[in-house]
C-alpha cells in the first residue's frame, strides 16, 4: 500500500489506484507554512539596502510589515522605501508613516484605519528633510 502511494506520487497516473490511496501531504511544515502566511505582523530594522528582497518577500506572503530605518543611513532608506513602494504597487499594497523613519507596509489584504497624525510645530530639521509620502 505504501509502495502505491509512492508510485502514485511520482507517476502520477489514475489508472491504478482507487481515490482512498492518495497521497496528502499534510506535513507539518506545509501545515506551518499555511498558518504564517498572512497572519503575522513583521517588525525589522534594516541594516542594509540588500535586506529589502526580504522585507518584500514578507509582504508577498500577505504579512504586515512595521520598517523602521533608525539602523540605516538616510541615502539607504531612501532606496529601501522605493524599493518596497513598488513592491506595494505591484500586490496592490499601502505604506503609512507612523513617525520618524517609522513605515507600516500591508499588502491589499490588509486594511488600516485611522490616521497618525505629528504637530507641524515639533517637527525637527531631520524630519522635515525625509521623504513624504
Known sequence: MA?????????????????DEYYVGNTEESVKKSVDQGNSMILVEPRAYSESQQIADHLKNKNAVVVNFKRVTS???????????????????????????????????????????????????????????
Open 75 to 133: 541615502e539607504q532608506s531612501k532606496r529601501i522605501l522605493d524599493f518596497l513602494t513598488g513592491t506595494l504597487y505591484a500586490i496592490g499594497g499601502a505604506m503609512e508613516k507612523l513617525g520618524n523613519g517609522i513605515y507600516l507596509c500591508t499588502p491589499k489584504n490588509v486594511s488600516v484605519q485611522g490616521k497618525m497624525t505629528e504637530e507641524e510645530g515639533k517637527k525637527t530639521k531631520e524630519e522635515k528633510d525625509e521623504i513624504e509620502w
Open 3 to 19: 509502495f502505491g502511494k509512492l508510485k502514485k506520487i511520482f507517476n502520477n497516473n489514475d489508472e491504478d489506484y482507487g481515490e
